[in-house]
């Protein structure tokens, strides 16, 4: 984190990045000194209400947050950056958005947990548009102009007031990633019995892991035999995240059952002293690990890989692996919502289990779970483009996954496979 001081004093001269957090309550003339080269500018967790109206200034700028502020309007002054393509107002007191405020090179719209009820149609206009997460807001529909933005591939709408999913949000070409849970759709899920784990019986451990929706930790459970078994905890956290409630994230986890695809769900936590949510989970071999990191702001919607070698034969394991836990999914009327590689744990041989139901949905209805499937395929199918980049194999060796992966992605949503045909079709390979 930088320093105001620091900034007056001509120390962050040349800087293409700034974080500023220091009970900001107007915006710092001395962030021009850096119009030349500024790139990110990080303003979260102030006290802002607005932006300077020649905030186009700084003629650099690509990226800009502001969460965690007293926004109670997206500053029309955005609309005027014109290198801008990266809006992150989360958690503010937004409740208006004007047509002015949006960028012309906009391709990601963060405006997670604030208070709109309606976006402007000029926003089918952002044509570079690839991201829009809006979750935790009270809109009841979405503009019908957004159908024109043939790259939205990430929308995020869970914990609105949305009573139907337009058929032209089913239909657009892009989409891959989609979260809704939350919303008063109706949904056809049925609740099934789940084990009941005592607070009382279990002991907790170190942290494995934390994100938005909750805590994991390793830890102890005593079972009803009193046989001691190593476990991992998940407690949830109360608020809304970017995907939606951790709580719709923990129905989603618990209707998904057993698969070997899966990671197996031992059963619910209950007794808590703080009377926190949570569920016990099998703990998983430290030899697995994350098949890729999560997007970056400038790859936006696309994962980053390390320097991962794949043989075709664990490619197709991998992939027939996760296509067969789709199709438990979305037999179940489950739509993932986040098929990501980071949310994909591998092993050495092919192994693979996929993981973090934070945007997790049931459908709404059996038509609609048709288009929605369909729609997670386009998400399998990147994933597969992007295992198959890794792969050492030549291209007449992998030449009939590359057309099962381009049917995948078809731009046309129902004439994509299903998740049955893609297993059927992996395992025959």
Same mark, same amino acid.
């Given at each position: 984190?930088?320093?105001?001081?620091?900034?007056?004093?001509?120390?962050?001269?040349?800087?293409?990045?700034?974080?500023?957090?220091?009970?900001?309550?107007?915006?710092?003339?001395?962030?021009?000194?850096?119009?030349?080269?500024?790139?990110?500018?990080?303003?979260?967790?102030?006290?802002?209400?607005?932006?300077?109206?020649?905030?186009?200034?700084?003629?650099?700028?690509?990226?800009?947050?502001?969460?965690?502020?007293?926004?109670?309007?997206?500053?029309?002054?955005?609309?005027?950056?014109?290198?801008?393509?990266?809006?992150?107002?989360?958690?503010?007191?937004?409740?208006?958005? =004007?047509?002015?405020?949006?960028? =012309?090179?906009?391709?990601?719209?963060?405006?997670?947990?604030?208070?709109?009820?309606?976006?402007?149609?000029?926003?089918?206009?952002?044509?570079?548009?690839?991201?829009?997460?809006?979750?935790?807001?009270?809109?009841?529909?979405?503009?019908?102009?957004?159908?024109?933005?043939?790259?939205?591939?990430?929308?995020?709408?869970?914990?609105?007031?949305?009573?139907?999913?337009?058929?032209?949000?089913?239909?657009? =070409?892009?989409?891959?990633?989609?979260?809704?849970?939350?919303?008063?759709?109706?949904?056809?899920?049925?609740?099934?019995?789940?084990?009941?784990?005592?607070?009382?019986?279990?002991?907790?451990?170190?942290?494995?892991?934390?994100?938005?929706?909750?805590?994991?930790?390793?830890?102890?459970?005593?079972?009803?035999?009193?046989?001691?078994?190593?476990?991992?905890?998940?407690?949830?956290?109360?608020?809304?995240?970017?995907?939606?409630?951790?709580?719709?994230?923990?129905?989603?986890?618990?209707?998904?059952?057993?698969?070997?695809?899966?990671? =197996?769900?031992?059963?619910?936590?209950?007794?808590?002293?703080?009377?926190?949510?949570?569920?016990?989970?099998?703990?998983?071999?430290?030899?697995?690990?994350?098949?890729?990191?999560?997007?970056?702001?400038?790859?936006?919607?696309?994962?980053?890989?390390?320097?991962?070698?794949?043989?075709?034969?664990?490619?197709?394991?991998?992939?027939?692996?996760?296509?067969?836990?789709?199709?438990?999914?979305?037999?179940?009327?489950?739509?993932?919502?986040?098929?990501?590689?980071?949310?994909?744990?591998?092993?050495?041989?092919?192994?693979?289990?996929?993981?973090?139901?934070?945007?997790?949905?049931?459908?709404?209805?059996?038509?609609?779970?048709?288009?929605?499937?369909?729609?997670?395929?386009?998400?399998?199918?990147?994933?597969?483009?992007?295992?198959?980049?890794?792969?050492?194999?030549?291209?007449?060796?992998?030449?009939?996954?590359?057309?099962?992966?381009?049917?995948?992605?078809?731009?046309?949503?129902?004439?994509?496979?299903?998740?049955?045909?893609?297993?059927?079709?992996?395992?025959?390979?």
């Amino acid at each position: 984190m930088h320093t105001l001081a620091d900034l007056r004093a001509g120390k962050l001269a040349g800087s293409k990045r700034l974080d500023l957090s220091c009970g900001l309550t107007q915006f710092p003339d001395e962030i021009f000194s850096l119009s030349e080269s500024l790139e990110v500018l990080n303003l979260s967790d102030n006290q802002l209400s607005d932006l300077p109206t020649d905030l186009h200034r700084l003629k650099h700028l690509k990226i800009l947050f502001c969460s965690n502020n007293l926004f109670t309007r997206l500053p029309a002054a955005l609309g005027h950056c014109d290198e801008l393509f990266f809006v992150g107002f989360k958690a503010c007191r937004i409740g208006d958005v =004007p047509p002015e405020s949006l960028p =012309p090179r906009l391709r990601a719209l963060v405006l997670t947990d604030n208070c709109i009820e309606s976006l402007p149609d000029e926003l089918g206009l952002c044509v570079h548009l690839q991201k829009l997460m809006l979750a935790g807001n009270r809109l009841q529909s979405l503009p019908a102009s957004l159908a024109a933005c043939h790259r939205l591939e990430l929308v995020r709408i869970a914990s609105n007031d949305i009573r139907q999913l337009p058929q032209w949000l089913l239909q657009m =070409p892009s989409l891959a990633w989609l979260a809704f849970a939350g919303n008063p759709l109706n949904d056809i899920h049925t609740e099934e019995p789940i084990r009941q784990i005592s607070w009382s019986r279990l002991t907790l451990h170190q942290v494995l892991g934390e994100g938005a929706s909750g805590v994991i930790q390793q830890g102890q459970w005593l079972d009803d035999q009193g046989v001691a078994e190593k476990v991992a905890v998940k407690l949830y956290k109360g608020h809304v995240t970017s995907d939606g409630s951790p709580l719709n994230e923990m129905a989603a986890c618990m209707a998904a059952g057993q698969h070997a695809h899966l990671i =197996p769900v031992e059963g619910e936590v209950f007794g808590h002293p703080e009377n926190a949510r949570g569920l016990v989970m099998q703990l998983i071999s430290p030899r697995f690990r994350v098949l890729a990191r999560p997007p970056s702001l400038d790859s936006c919607t696309r994962d980053l890989y390390n320097a991962t070698r794949l043989s075709r034969d664990i490619v197709l394991r991998m992939a027939a692996g996760i296509a067969s836990a789709c199709r438990h999914l979305h037999a179940r009327g489950i739509n993932h919502g986040d098929l990501y590689a980071h949310n994909i744990l591998w092993a050495e041989n092919g192994e693979s289990l996929l993981g973090d139901f934070g945007a997790a949905a049931f459908y709404p209805d059996e038509e609609t779970g048709r288009a929605l499937e369909r729609i997670e395929v386009r998400a399998f199918g990147i994933l597969l483009g992007e295992m198959l980049a890794c792969c050492d194999a030549c291209d007449s060796e992998i030449a009939t996954l590359r057309e099962l992966q381009q049917a995948c992605v078809q731009p046309q949503v129902l004439k994509r496979p299903n998740f049955a045909e893609l297993e059927q079709a992996l395992r025959c390979l």
